[in-house]
């Protein structure tokens, strides 16, 4: 396992991290969290990923209980939660970072993760009604008071992110170091596009979700919905649309045979192209079970096969043409 920094802090990542969305809870009790956790873990994953939203809280409650029994020491490993959607329907409770959500937020993530304080801590979504000098204050407050060591973002734009570091170094305040966006071969633009003079100017970190498009690009639907599969899921029917469109698995299908011929699985190929970009400080993988976390973390050991031929016969798969990434 190789490690980044995260952007220009002093944190080491390893560049595949493992994240709890969807899984932990709706598809993994506290048994399976911990032999997930402990097989990323010793792979040399350093950094688990979370979020209050995700099973409204549980997914948080699991991860808490599994670190608990996995008993590894708190300097090894690093923690994020994120806030944003809240968990209640209140109306000062959702979709905003107003100083008080952010404040109840992290104390309630801390007790459910039964922890001190969260190395990385993410404003999920922007909220374009609080403003941000507010977000950034608070976001200030909670590093101080040690509850996280570092903040972030996570869809943000640009924009929003310089306005947000401009408030802070104003006053002097923590500014955020990292963001948390959407990447892989099927979403690509926006990171390897409009991000990109923001990241060589700013030296800002990156967590990158969905590597795999919640499974898409592992070539799992090529054949049709498998049981328990993500995109068999109740409140999934999104991602079931995404993994039987006729033009996206014709892509994924010639993505699977480059991967054969590279003697490599589309996981792993999948997930090797996002650790080429070297904007990425980590790719959070996920896992509904160990045997995909045991594929998943041999990726790296793929990204040096991914020459620049390679890399452009991917690109005429997907129908990319050069001009259109920035990078
Ligand atoms: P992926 O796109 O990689 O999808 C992971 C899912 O794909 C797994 O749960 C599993 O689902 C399937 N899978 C994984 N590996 C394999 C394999 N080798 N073979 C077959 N199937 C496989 O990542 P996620 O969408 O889960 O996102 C990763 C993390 O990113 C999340 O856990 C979360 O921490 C973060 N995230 C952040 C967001 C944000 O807004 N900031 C949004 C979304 C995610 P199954 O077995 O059920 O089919």
Not at 60 to 65: L, P, Q, S, Y
Not at 90 to 108: A, C, F, S
Request: charged share 25%; aromatic share 10%; proline share 3%.
């Amino acid at each position: 396992m190789e490690y980044r920094h995260l952007g220009r802090t002093g944190i080491r990542v390893s560049e595949l991290s493992l994240g709890s969305w969807v899984t932990f809870h709706t598809q993994a009790d506290v048994k399976a969290a911990v032999e997930i956790m402990a097989a990323a873990y010793d792979s040399g994953v350093n950094f688990f990923d979370n979020a209050e939203a995700y099973a409204n809280g549980r997914s948080e409650e699991v991860m808490g209980a599994a670190l608990k029994e996995l008993k590894w020491r708190r300097g090894s490993y690093l923690v994020s939660t994120k806030i944003y959607w809240g968990l209640h329907e209140g109306v000062n409770e959702k979709n905003t970072l107003n100083r008080k959500r952010l404040i109840e937020g992290i104390n309630g993530s801390l007790e459910r993760l039964q922890l001190d304080y969260v190395d990385l801590l993410f404003c999920h979504r922007p909220d374009k009604t609080t403003p941000i000098e507010e977000t950034v204050w608070a976001m200030h407050n909670i590093i101080e008071w040690g509850k996280a060591m570092y903040w972030g973002t996570s869809e943000w734009s640009a924009a929003e992110i310089v306005e947000a570091i401009a408030v802070a170094e104003r006053h002097h305040l923590h500014k955020p170091v990292m963001e948390q966006p959407v990447y892989n071969l099927l979403r690509r633009h926006r990171f390897s596009g409009e991000y990109v003079r923001f990241y060589k100017e700013y030296g800002y970190g990156s967590t990158t979700w969905s590597p795999l498009a919640s499974g898409i690009l592992s070539g799992k639907y090529l054949k049709g919905i498998p049981q328990g599969s993500r995109a068999s899921l109740e409140g999934f029917e999104w991602v079931k649309e995404n993994a039987t469109d006729t033009s996206t698995l014709s892509k994924v299908q010639a993505l699977d045979s480059l991967a054969r011929e590279l003697g490599c699985s589309l996981s792993q190929l999948s997930l090797a192209w996002c650790l080429k970009n070297p904007f990425v400080s980590t790719v959070i993988t996920g896992a509904s079970r160990v045997e995909q976390v045991h594929e998943n973390m041999k990726a790296g050991e793929v990204a040096p096969k991914l020459t620049p031929e390679i890399l452009e016969r991917i690109d005429k798969i997907l129908g990319i043409k050069p001009e259109e990434d920035d990078d």
